[in-house]
């Protein structure tokens, strides 16, 4: 099994792939769109699951989104169709880091793509690149709400806690107007949801030849989790504006 039809698999009952619940979806779109008639990009947008959201809470916005994953591109134009919104979004196979626009949006969107950038300040300088004048930034990536092991760092990446990315973000010039941090139950709820999604695949599907190596997959991962980083890893998603005067 590729990585693509693992990440397909596991987040079947949890499609946005970062440890936000959908109420708290909703609330940071509400906060990024406020006049309705946006124009939006989301750079890695997977299956598009933040722009379709977007594209069906308003009407009057209009999308597009970028990633290097040509299945989750086509599942997202696919699910576009089906919630009649496809006229209203562009979808790009590229790198994000990679991507051009004649035309700025009013709001970037990033949610666990930053490692596509090399971390989440990079991740704000392209945003920033594609940023129309008094445009917003929506962001999500992990921070360390603990000190982590090693091994959880050689896992996950290099962290800072929640206090010091944000001062590192202020530093670049962004003011943040709102933000969210996961919840325990956020967090729980969205690795009980990968692991078991890939594990009971397994158990439903016992005669395909990847059975056995989905399940070895999902115990593996639901180990590491419980193991090595549940306990430092946070999550954190911010609203930024450029502060006057940084540019
Ligand atoms: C964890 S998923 C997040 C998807 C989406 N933002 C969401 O929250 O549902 C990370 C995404 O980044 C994409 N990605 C990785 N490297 C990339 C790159 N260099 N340019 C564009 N997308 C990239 C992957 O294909 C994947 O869809």
Request: a negative charge; proline letters at 6%.
């Amino acid at each position: 099994m590729n990585r693509e039809q693992i990440s397909r698999i596991a987040h079947t009952e949890h499609p946005i792939k970062s440890p936000l619940s959908d109420e708290s979806v909703r609330r940071l779109l509400e906060r990024g769109l406020p006049r309705g008639e946006e124009r939006v990009l989301d750079l890695g947008c997977g299956t598009g699951e933040w722009l379709l959201r977007a594209l069906s809470m308003r009407p009057g916005v209009r999308a597009e989104g970028v990633d290097i994953s040509e299945d989750a591109l086509a599942e997202a134009a696919a699910a576009a169709s089906d919630l009649g919104v496809r006229d209203r979004l562009v979808l790009h196979h590229r790198k994000a880091e990679e991507f051009v626009s004649e035309e700025p949006f009013d709001v970037v969107l990033s949610f666990g793509a930053a490692h596509a950038f090399g971390g989440l300040l990079p991740t704000l300088a392209a945003a920033r690149r594609h940023l129309a004048p008094g445009g917003l930034v929506l962001i999500g990536d992990g921070f360390w709400e603990r000190p982590p092991s090693r091994e959880a760092v050689e896992m996950l990446g290099d962290f800072t806690d929640l206090a010091t990315t944000v001062d590192r973000v202020v530093a670049e010039g962004w003011t943040p107007v709102d933000g969210h941090v996961s919840t325990r139950q956020e967090l729980d709820d969205y690795e009980w949801a990968c692991w078991g999604s890939l594990a009971a695949w397994a158990l439903d599907h016992p005669d395909d030849p990847d059975s056995g190596e989905a399940l070895r997959t999902a115990t593996a991962r639901r180990t590491e989790w419980l193991r090595v980083y549940r306990d430092p890893f946070g999550f954190f998603s911010l609203v930024l504006r450029r502060t006057p005067g940084s540019d």
